[in-house]
């Protein structure tokens, strides 16, 4: 037995998800990401005496949303608290987040058939920024500017169980977690923005032991690599120091993405070293279930049921209906598409293949090209007419990328329709087999399978534009004479 194999991995996560706001969660201050520095403040994100929180009723509402979308139970009764935290983007000095009454609670998500249950979502401010700049110190700083812009952004902070037992696991979980806020339109789940935030807490077990070991919470992970590989390093590490007689100490470790290792940051607070307090200035919010029905009506169809109404209305296979839900805008773009055709395979195929492809090669979203769900429907209904070609489409799909426009228009501007004219296929067909005697001799010996050799010949010499069931006749008469 391997040592891995005698440790059992026990990881929990605590997601920090940007709210999609218009203004902040206690003033009207603008939320609006990459505008001048302090530009978007006032008194009462800037901790000014004798200013009060207002809190804005749409942060409680996609609270209340994310809650039923990820099977909470929702309060009835919720309170904001004072964290004590000292830091130089944080001008009260406290942070207004939830303790003991958050406002989500005992909810849930499947991973691949797995419960990972989530203990609660709570709503709370997010801190500035500190911008290092000059070039001196250990940080490569010599001083340090602050921007208030995301001082009071409102957050919500989503806690798993302790559920997930590999770095794999955690990062489906967190995949998942960010597609649900996306299709909510709560978040728009930008790990690289920093507008989704993980912290994973992770330790390690031998197996059969039913204590926990101790943990470890590691921050910096914005991307979902990093939170893998983070994660992966840390249980090596926790491994390694145990089975050498060393001790795992509670604390929080960055990761160093360039250097592929988690380093000690500092020693794991406590809650009770933060101090809660009832926030004063600020009551009991009271949540009743007329208000929590009505937000309930409004859930979007989320990725599980809309995979699932794939496979079973459309015919498609788990594995493409999976590809297609983990976008939302692929899923959006599909959704369109489907109201106008009936060839759902077709429209799937074209969006995971070519488009695809020209997306990535690109580094381009499906909102950024030009195409439309109009012109690729109206393209596939030519291939199905028996119009053009799929070799033509492959190269119409590009053009309706770039330029948009009609693949009707595209096809009769420039000539490609399916030549199903027998005297002009027979022409290159004959052309074709002059020029390749040798392959001629291999099918006429019983090595039919040549014949894809000569139907793509063909094909060339037709530009792409004959139609093969055709070729594939009239080759076979001119074999057989
Ligand atoms: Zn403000």
């Not at 169980?161 to 960010?178: C, G, M, N, T």
């Not at 009770?272 to 600020?282: I, S």
Request: net charge negative; charged share 30%.
């Amino acid at each position: 037995m391997t040592t891995k194999i005698k440790y059992e991995t026990v990881i929990g996560l605590e997601v920090h998800a940007q709210v999609k706001t218009k203004s902040k969660i206690f003033c009207n201050s603008a939320t609006e990401f990459g505008q001048e520095h302090n530009s978007q403040v006032c008194p009462v994100c800037l901790g000014y005496p004798g200013t009060l929180p207002v809190l804005n009723r749409k942060v409680v509402e996609y609270a209340i949303l994310a809650g039923l979308a990820l099977n909470c139970e929702i309060a009835k009764h919720s309170k904001f608290d004072r964290k004590h935290y000292f830091y130089p983007d944080l001008p009260k000095n406290i942070q207004i987040s939830q303790y003991d009454m958050p406002i989500c609670k005992n909810g849930h998500i499947m991973i691949n058939g797995k419960k990972i249950r989530i203990n609660r979502i709570h709503m709370e401010e997010d801190a500035g920024k500190l911008v290092h700049a000059g070039s001196a110190g250990i940080s490569g700083a010599s001083y340090s500017l602050v921007d208030y812009n995301r001082t009071g952004v409102p957050l919500l902070e989503i806690v798993s169980e302790a559920d997930i037992s590999s770095p794999e696991e955690a990062r489906f979980y967190v995949e998942k977690l960010r597609n649900i806020v996306k299709y909510l339109d709560v978040c728009d789940g930008n790990l690289e923005e920093g507008s989704l935030r993980c912290d994973a807490n992770v330790s390690i077990r031998p197996f059969g032991q039913k204590e926990l070991g101790t943990k470890v919470e590691i921050k910096n992970l914005n991307s979902f690599k990093a939170l893998q590989r983070s994660l992966e390093y840390e249980v090596d590490r926790q491994i390694y120091e145990i089975e050498n007689g060393g001790k795992i100490i509670q604390e929080t470790r960055l990761w160093k993405d360039d250097q592929g290792i988690t380093l000690s940051m500092r020693t794991k607070e406590e809650s009770h070293d933060y101090r809660y307090f009832p926030e004063p200035d600020l009551p009991i919010l009271e949540i009743d279930a007329e208000w929590v029905h009505k937000i309930r009506e409004t859930l979007p169809e989320l990725p599980d049921e809309k995979r699932l109404r794939y496979i079973e209305k459309t015919g498609l296979s788990e594995y493409d209906a999976s590809v297609i839900v983990d976008s939302i805008e692929t899923a959006k773009f599909f959704d369109d598409a489907l109201k106008l055709t009936n060839n759902a395979k077709s429209a799937a195929n074209w969006l995971m293949g070519d488009i695809t492809a020209y997306l990535k090669e690109n580094k381009l979203n499906l909102n950024d090209i030009k195409l439309t769900p109009e012109s690729l429907v109206e393209m596939i209904d030519l291939i199905d007419k028996g119009t053009i070609s799929n070799a033509i489409a492959k190269k119409i799909i590009v053009s309706l990328m770039e330029k948009g426009g009609s693949a009707q228009k595209i096809v009769e501007e420039q000539g490609l329709t399916v030549i199903s004219d027998e005297g002009q296929i027979l022409e290159a067909v004959k052309k074709v087999i002059k020029e390749n005697p040798g392959e001629v001799e291999k099918y006429k010996s019983g090595k039919t399978q040549v014949i894809g050799f000569f139907v793509g010949q063909i094909m060339k010499e037709t530009k792409g534009k004959a139609n093969p069931a055709v070729i594939n006749k009239l080759f076979k008469e001119e074999m057989e004479k």
